[in-house]
């Protein structure tokens, strides 16, 4: 079961504000020409120690420091009682997804929505905050339990795959009741790709369910050539999934190729491009 506490941190705030110049511009150049040393690191390094304390200081006595505040306040109430009423759901959706009961403890440090934020900084606790999730509520708890997983999985391309795969797809889908999920990292895609085919025999999907999967990556591969995997993927929990895909090395296993479809500019402007499992 996945248990979130939630609360807000002033201080951590007004250092990423400073970290994204998320300030009226004018302020910004004050503090640049003041504190360039400190306003630099914390560009590099939010949360890093050495630096002026003033220029948090003078920071959090603005006035639009405090309307973020403020702002971060209603926020953190708002998602709380969303969370709330749907982590029973959500609960269930996680473990039918991971094939095993679990238990993860974290903690939201939940900021002003404009700074749309969201990243995991270890300690099991995350910072998140996005003007989307107060026209979509599905949005905050889709990335509540994005931010949440990767202090469940270790940290690399493959995982955080995973988690977009488990959260911002399937869940995203399930919760709006929807064929189509949240945008995922482009970086992401070519690992995304690579695990298609372990993935969608993980899930244990319908051929319909392969075929769309296929079509919203831009690629076709042919399923009987993994089908030496079905047996002993689909008994697999999400543990001994990751496991087994590691153990594999998909480089080895697996070779995406790219295919361009080129066209004259007066007959079609667009240029696709698909990938070949």
Known sequence: ????????????????MISTNNMPTDFANYLWNKYRKSYILLQNDFNINEVDNNIILELQNQTFFKDFCDEAEKNLE?????????????????EQMFKKAFTLETTAIIVAPALCCGMNIGNNQFIWGHKDGLTDENY?????VHESLHSYFKSDDLTHAIIENISDIELAM?????????HCHD??????????PFWNIYLNKTKKGIEKSKSSYG?????NDFISYQSKIREMNIDDFINFLYEKKLDEIVDVKT?????????????????SL
């Not at 708002?78 to 996680?94: A, P, S």
């Not at 905050?140 to 509540?144: A, G, T």
């Not at 399930?174 to 949240?182: A, D, H, K, V």
């Open 1 to 16: 079961m996945l248990n979130i506490k939630f609360r807000t941190n002033h201080n951590l705030m007004a250092r990423l």
């Open 78 to 94: 708002r998602i709380k009682t969303c969370w709330e009423k749907h982590k029973d759901e959500i609960n269930l959706f996680l």
């Open 140 to 144: 905050d708890l889709v990335y509540l």
């Open 174 to 182: 399930f919760l709006n009741n929807s064929e189509y999920g949240y």
């Open 187 to 196: 970086r992401l895609k070519n690992m995304h790709i690579k695990l298609l």
């Open 219 to 223: 690629a076709d591969y042919d399923q």
């Open 259 to 275: 295919v361009y479809s080129i066209t004259p500019k007066n007959k079609s402007t667009k240029i696709q491009n698909t990938s």
